[in-house]
């Protein structure tokens, strides 16, 4: 196990509607990025968070957005649901940027979202 | 776009030696090379990671060419639970974004 825990596991929603997911880190760990993996394909990158702000985004709508607490946990939000954004959610956690060099990921289970 | 090619899918025999390739010929040099895996409905795992240098953990030997266009992550005795689909990677440093490709899907049999 690599420390990382996501809620929920599973969750199905509507077409419109918004969810959002949660993700602890690893203890020590203070860096959160979120990915999304669809069916048969490796995982796309979201965003990353640190010290409680975005810094760093891939290729998704606004309609994705995150938080990061103080105690470095976070939220993955998406809101007007498709069709598409049915996948795996995968949230992980490393140190801090620039405090460590080629540190490694560690990730959690993911929570399957189905949007029907 | 992630910039590793990786052969779709290899079998290995259970308690062989699962050679798994890379390529990644437009590597700059201040980028390293990691491996993950990923079993089925789990999140993916860190295996190793390199610079030029070949690196050995607990899981896996990690063989870079000396050009650095191409690597190799060996598994030197395959177990049916090595069977993933495996991810190559480059990256700058250990906080920047993890670029999946398809991976290779290894399939370890018995």
């Known amino acids: 196990e690599t420390g990382v825990t996501q809620s929920p596991t599973h969750l199905i929603k509507t077409r419109g509607q918004q969810v959002t997911l949660r993700c602890s880190s690893q203890?020590?760990?203070?860096?959160v990025s979120w990915y999304q993996q669809a069916l048969g394909q490796g995982p796309q990158f979201i965003f990353q968070?640190?010290?409680?702000?975005?810094?760093g985004r891939g290729n998704f709508p606004p309609r994705f957005s995150g938080l990061q607490f103080p105690n470095y946990s976070s939220e993955l939000n998406v809101n007007a649901l498709e069709l598409d954004d049915s996948a795996l959610y995968l949230c992980a956690s490393s140190s801090a940027p620039g405090t460590a060099m080629n540190t490694e990921a560690f990730f959690g289970q993911g929570t399957r979202l189905t949007v029907v | 776009d992630a910039k590793t090619t990786q052969p779709t899918s290899m079998d290995c025999a259970e308690g062989r030696a699962a050679n798994l390739p890379c390529n990644h010929s437009?590597?700059?040099?201040?980028?390293?090379v990691y491996w993950y895996r990923q079993i089925h409905s789990q999140g993916p795992q860190y295996i190793i990671h390199?610079?030029?240098n070949n690196e050995t953990n607990e899981m896996a030997s990690l063989i870079i060419t000396e050009d650095r266009k191409s690597s190799t992550l060996i598994l030197p005795h395959a177990t049916l639970r090595d069977t993933a689909v495996y991810y190559c990677i480059v990256r700058v440093s250990g906080n920047t974004p993890l670029v999946f490709g398809k991976g290779t899907r290894l399939s370890v049999i018995a």
């Open positions: 203890s020590g760990h203070n860096t």
């Open positions: 968070y640190y010290r409680e702000e975005e810094n």
């Open positions: 390199g610079l030029k």
């Open positions: 437009t590597i700059s040099g201040n980028e390293y």
